[in-house]
């Protein structure tokens, strides 16, 4: 198994400053698919948000892994020093609504 890189955590405003960038549709950020933001010891985070955010084909279910890939690569985009776990799902979010999670955290060096 590989061995994760070290985290730095950031002052929670600033990843979800970050996050706001990658979950909005309009440039001001207001509109948002970001449920919620939840902080590991470790120093990452896991970014809940809604299905919505993925514009589904007729007939699909779930997103497509490339679907997955474009929202990975906008996390990179947006700032280069994330890092970005394989791994990605479905969680619950409210009592019976589902939501799509990532993991990812910022480098130490």
């Known amino acids: 198994m590989q061995d994760l890189p070290a985290f730095v955590p950031r002052p929670e405003a600033a990843v979800m400053a970050y996050l706001r960038e990658i979950f909005s549709r309009d440039p001001a950020g207001k509109t948002t698919y970001l449920r919620r933001l939840e902080s590991r010891p470790d120093g990452s985070y896991r970014a809940v948000f809604d299905p919505a955010y993925f514009v589904l084909a007729e007939g699909r279910q779930q997103p497509s892994n490339s679907q997955w890939n474009t929202l990975k690569k906008k996390m990179k985009r947006h700032n280069p020093r994330v890092f970005i776990f394989k791994q990605h799902g479905e969680t619950v979010c409210g ?14 060096h």
């Open 95 to 108: 009592e019976t609504q589902t939501c799509y999670y990532v993991d990812f955290g910022f480098f130490a």
